[in-house]
């Protein structure tokens, strides 16, 4: 599967404790966002990185999160001292930003946080 | 700022009925427009996207969406839905020229009848 891969599926924290999400893009992709989805809304989004870059983070964003894409490949979402609040499904996207070409972002499968 | 804005939150059609999802967004300058699909319990897919050139775009399963500069529009279309055509549908923009971040409305969630 030559996807956007994200690890793991599913994870249930205690409040309090720190969670840490993994995404795989598209390998030849150069753009990564992350995007957390509750239900009944929209994609709402977090961060996003132009290789190594971390371009924007949002000003909604609480300092408990925090993301890096070390080698403009993989990239980590953390989570510190989660809340119940923070419960939600933490999508990543990739895509391919060329001065002459653009693509959409291709959405992986997400991971559903449940923070009890 | 960019933002987006769909104006159905839930829509109900029977079978063979017409559709059309509204989405305004706001940015005065170039953009890029797209429409995604998420099937229950499915991963965003896109529909359909306009970067640049004719206004009226195709995309899979006989959706269209329509370009209107002037109306900061673009509304999702289908002629004939089916009961396989419920899903939520999310209107996203980026700004063109600046190959801003993706952002997204809060979503149309379709239900079709028998």
């Known amino acids: 599967d030559t996807g956007v891969s994200q690890d793991p599926r599913h994870k249930i924290t205690k409040r309090g404790q720190n969670v840490t999400f993994r995404c795989d893009p598209i390998?030849?992709?150069?753009?990564l966002y992350w995007y957390r989805q509750t239900l009944g809304q929209g994609p709402e989004f977090l961060t996003y990185?132009?290789?190594?870059?971390?371009?924007?983070k949002s000003r909604l964003l609480s300092d408990r999160f925090s993301a890096e894409r070390p080698k403009g490949s993989f990239s980590t979402l953390e989570i510190q001292r989660t809340e119940q609040g923070d419960s939600a499904m933490y999508l990543c996207?990739?895509?391919?930003?060329?001065?002459?070409?653009?693509?959409?972002?291709?959405f992986g499968q997400g991971t559903r946080l449940t923070v009890v | 700022a960019q933002s987006v804005s769909q104006h159905n939150h839930h829509v109900i059609l029977s079978e063979a009925a017409s559709l059309e999802l509204g989405c305004n967004y706001s940015y005065g300058g170039t953009v890029n427009l797209f429409w995604y699909v998420q099937y229950p319990g499915q991963h965003l897919q896109l529909l359909l996207k306009y970067f640049s050139g004719d206004p009226l775009v195709k995309g899979i399963k006989g959706f269209e969406a329509e370009f209107i500069k002037s109306k900061f529009s673009f509304n999702l279309r289908k002629p004939s839905v089916q009961w396989s055509d419920t899903a939520e549908y999310f209107c996203a923009v980026n700004a063109g020229e600046r190959d801003d971040k993706i952002i997204f409305g809060k979503g149309t969630r379709l239900h079709i009848l028998p």
């Open positions: 996207a990739s895509s391919l930003v060329l001065r002459a070409l653009n693509t959409e972002a291709f």
């Open positions: 390998s030849e992709h150069n753009r």
């Open positions: 990185f132009q290789n190594e870059a971390q371009l924007e």
